[in-house]
């Protein structure tokens, strides 16, 4: 298997570290395989790719599509370093109003998913950032939401004090 995934403390939110081949001339890494995805568990297929280049300081979220529009995101960081956030969204969920959060950077490769019905948000760690994601439903206006990024009842640990939102 090219993967190795981890449930985090919210067992549907799931880092994904790929198997890295590292030589003289650079790297080589899948970012994504339906048969190995499948095999542990995520079975939704991605129907749009997404690009976001943010600076230092930028915190975007907490970003959600409502049912039946609900995305699930795979998200990785192809130059910097950011702190990604997920929100279980699931009411009648035992996580329902929970958080968690890693660091996911272009040096660690490590990858994070995030299902349907989940808010989700990042800042940004490094100078600049570029952040790759494949969602699970196409972007829908009319289904769009969002919860403010410092929501006291979420209570996210933001490592950054003064964010560009």
Request: charged share 25%; with cysteine.
């Amino acid at each position: 298997m090219a993967f190795h995934f981890k449930r985090l403390k919210i067992p549907d939110v799931i880092l994904i570290e790929p198997q890295v081949f590292p030589d003289e001339r650079g790297f080589f890494m899948e970012t994504y395989r339906y048969s190995d995805f499948a095999a542990f568990g995520i079975k939704e297929r991605f129907v749009q790719d997404n690009h976001s280049r943010s600076i230092k300081g930028v915190l975007r979220g907490l970003h959600y599509q409502k049912l039946p529009k609900a995305q699930g995101k795979l998200v990785r960081v192809a130059v910097g370093e950011v702190f990604d956030g997920a929100v279980d969204l699931r009411e009648g969920s035992p996580t329902y109003g929970k958080w968690v959060g890693v660091r996911l950077s272009a040096k660690n490769k490590q990858m994070l998913y995030v299902p349907p019905e989940f808010a989700h948000g990042l800042c940004v760690l490094s100078k600049e950032a570029e952040i790759f994601y494949k969602v699970t439903e196409e972007y829908s206006p009319e289904h769009d939401a969002g919860i403010i990024w410092n929501d006291p009842g979420i209570g996210i640990h933001w490592p950054v004090e003064r964010p560009i939102v």
